[in-house]
């Protein structure tokens, strides 16, 4: 089906045939939308109305955990009856205890931080795959994907081994003398930030070695040619052209960093304050459905914006791959 | 014959003992691995010379360029410009700019920006790079196109772009990689009359390198013909045409009919040469070759003329054959006569008249004949 819609003949102009296979093509690319379209509806719209739903609700000592629930069988009065019931109380709460905001300002804060820390990570690791000979390029770029074939969180839990007091790490600094107190890492901010740039670095390199690789290198050339070193025409051209990879890289970790909960949970210990965590708190410790789910749509609701972002420069990058 | 001097009546530099060369390549020897790009050569290059390095594709013409740029280092040899050893100096800190082939535009800078960017790399005061940004786009004719992207301009206004920015810094020596080969044939004629004539204005050095010799023949004061890294021959358009040093020039520059065969008798006055083709042929640009001489003796299409009827005198320099393929092209007419041995002539008749009063015809039996001074005889 989407073979007419695809092929040129169902793009061009002309003859009776012509506009036949337009039309049809019409109906092909409509058809073709539609696809996605319904996938969308069915598996992000639903479930986020019935979440948004719940976060209107009131927790209740029942199956399932709150009120009001919708019962067709009580018919449209019983069910205008049930929607009254619904309030924003949830969200109120939400503003009321500063446990959340904190919760969320040190997740934005934390998520901004390792995104940094993994752009810088990405950057060099990117460029040198860009810059490697053809042949290599595959194999490394082979290299960066491959830890995504064991478990995220097995490889999660192996951070620990490595990172605890009697851990590899302090083994290995400990013999080499280089310290001679084992380094406090696990649970603190910084084991967080080891835990989210090493599980998110293949999301910051692949988008930058694709904006890297696809640079032509004469540009630095003639760059250097007007007069232009090697360090500054990085800043002056390589730099401003990558900055599509760039923007993609950084919400692909950022916004997936926000929403951690295994990492602060396996490396950040107990005094972490992360809105994943809370949200999990709230829904597994104390039961409360409501408010987890209020919390994740006012998650939701600040991720949208860098989303819309992440969006709109897939878009510009695209128009300047033209 | 006369004079196969350059196209500027008054320039040429390379004749006079007492000029100074601008560029000197001295036994340049440039290694990749176990290829040889370019093979012990040497080159003089003078100031203000509009130079064209002409090869087939892997001859090394442009790896000479890049390292008169400084993006390549010689394995060997020395390059020199204006007396200074270039070794060593990276590409930011020579006095030469280059346009490159792709043009290499910054994509994400507008047409001004591009021009402006050397200058500023320099250090220069705003108002002046306004100023020379200005004086460049005027020369470009790009004016109105000051704001646009480089994706927003044609190709060929893209080439201009990239001159202007390449000739904004006021190099020394301005270096061409294929300056043309991106345009389609009317615009690459127009644009190639635009060059000389820029070259001209600023009075700078150009080395331009080119895989299309009718490029070179009509920019180029000289022209350097490369094979597989050496120097074949540099001369004039003129000197390379009419007095191509070997047979790999003659036959790499233009159309030419060689003759292959011993020299049979020097004089003061030229050789007579016994072909192996069976004509016997005399002429007054014998060159050094000796009398035993085994040499190629060249004329190009349109020295030779064709004729129904046998020439005055069908001794020498003229042979009897048939009409085998006839290639109308408009302004000319190049006929393919074989000979009685099977050789192939190709002569070229420019079409002066618009009706001939001696059409020829395939399979029509005809003369080809040609001049003492038609030709030249080759050694190598």
């Given at each position: ?322 | ?63 000479l360029l890049r390292m008169l740029a400084g993006f390549e280092e010689p394995t060997s040899g020395r390059i020199l410009l204006d007396g200074q ?296």
């Amino acid at each position: 089906m989407s073979n007419s819609a695809l092929s040129p003949a169902g793009t061009s102009t002309g003859s009776e045939a012509g506009f036949a296979t337009r039309l049809l093509g019409g109906a092909a690319k409509r058809l073709v939308i539609a696809v996605p379209y319904f996938w969308l509806l069915l598996f992000f719209l639903v479930p986020f109305i019935i979440v948004f739903k719940i976060s209107l609700s009131q927790t209740a000592i029942a199956m399932p955990p709150y009120a009001p629930v919708f019962d067709l069988s009580e018919g449209v009065s019983g069910l205008v009856d049930r929607l009254g019931e619904l309030s924003f109380d949830n969200y109120l709460w939400l503003v009321e205890d500063a446990l959340y905001f904190n919760a969320y300002v040190s997740s934005l804060v934390i998520a901004a931080i390792s995104t940094i820390l993994t752009l810088l990570v990405g950057y060099p690791i990117a460029y040198g795959m860009a810059r490697a000979p053809a042949t290599l390029r595959p194999v490394l770029l082979m290299l960066v994907i491959l830890p995504f074939w064991t478990s995220f969180l097995i490889r999660v839990y192996a951070w620990i081994g490595i990172l605890k007091p009697e851990g590899l790490l302090n083994q290995f600094l400990l013999a080499v003398g280089i310290i001679d107190q084992p380094l406090i890492i696990m649970n603190t901010h910084t084991a967080i930030f080891i835990g989210i740039v090493y599980s998110y670095l293949p999301f910051m390199v692949l988008p930058l070695y694709s904006a890297l690789e696809k640079m032509d290198y004469s540009l630095i050339e003639a760059a250097q040619d007007l007069g232009c070193p090697p360090m500054s025409a990085f800043w002056k051209i390589t730099f401003p052209l990558s900055l599509p990879g760039v923007v993609a890289g950084c919400l692909l970790v950022f916004i997936p960093a926000v929403g951690e909960f295994v990492i602060p949970d396996l490396l950040g210990g107990s005094q972490t304050l992360m809105i994943g965590k809370t949200l999990w708190n709230e829904f597994f410790a104390n039961r409360d459905w409501p408010v987890s789910s209020a919390v994740a749509v006012i998650l939701l609701l600040l991720l949208v914006v860098p989303i819309v972002l992440f969006q709109n420069a897939q878009a510009r990058a695209q128009e300047q791959g033209r | 014959m006369q004079s196969l001097g350059s196209i500027r009546r008054d320039f040429a530099p390379w004749n006079d003992p007492a000029a100074k060369p601008y560029i000197v390549f001295d036994q340049v020897t440039k290694r990749f691995g176990d290829f040889t790009a370019v093979n012990n050569l040497s080159l003089s290059i003078y100031e203000r010379e509009f130079f064209a390095l002409l090869g087939a594709s892997g001859c090394g013409k442009s790896t000479l360029l890049r390292m008169l740029a400084g993006f390549e280092e010689p394995t060997s040899g020395r390059i020199l410009l204006d007396g200074q050893d270039l070794r060593g100096i990276p590409p930011y800190r020579r006095p030469v700019n280059m346009m490159f082939q792709s043009y290499a535009l910054f994509p994400h800078m507008t047409v001004e920006a591009n021009i402006a960017f050397g200058l500023k790399q320099e250090g220069m005061e705003a108002s002046r790079i306004a100023e020379r940004v200005a004086e460049m786009l005027k020369l470009v004719k790009l004016e109105q196109f000051a704001k646009r992207k480089p994706h927003q301009l044609s190709g060929g206004q893209r080439q201009r772009v990239a001159l202007a920015r390449s000739v904004a810094k006021r190099p020394k020596v301005l270096l061409l990689d294929e300056p043309l080969g991106a345009l389609d044939k009317k615009l690459r004629e127009e644009t190639q009359f635009e060059l000389m004539d820029l070259q001209q204005k600023l009075g700078l050095t150009f080395v331009v390198v080119t895989h299309d010799q009718e490029e070179a023949m009509t920019m180029a004061d000289r022209i350097a013909i490369l094979d597989k890294g050496e120097v074949m021959q540099v001369a004039t358009p003129a000197e390379v045409y009419e007095a191509p040093g070997s047979r790999f020039v003659a036959n790499f520059v233009g159309n030419v009919n060689m003759f292959e065969g011993t020299v049979t008798a020097r004089d003061a006055t030229g050789a007579t040469i016994n072909s192996e083709s069976g004509i016997a042929i005399r002429t007054e640009n014998a060159g050094d070759a000796q009398s035993g001489a085994k040499v190629a003796y060249a004329v190009r299409p349109e020295k030779i003329k064709v004729s129904s009827r046998p020439p005055m005198d069908t001794s020498t320099n003229a042979a009897e054959g048939e009409i085998y393929d006839i290639a109308y092209l408009g302004d000319m007419t190049v006929y393919y006569v074989k000979l009685g041995n099977g050789l192939m002539v190709k002569a070229a008749t420019l079409n002066s008249a618009r009706l001939t009063d001696d059409p020829l015809t395939w399979n029509d039996r005809a003369w080809i004949s040609f001049r003492p001074d038609s030709g030249v005889v080759l050694t190598r």
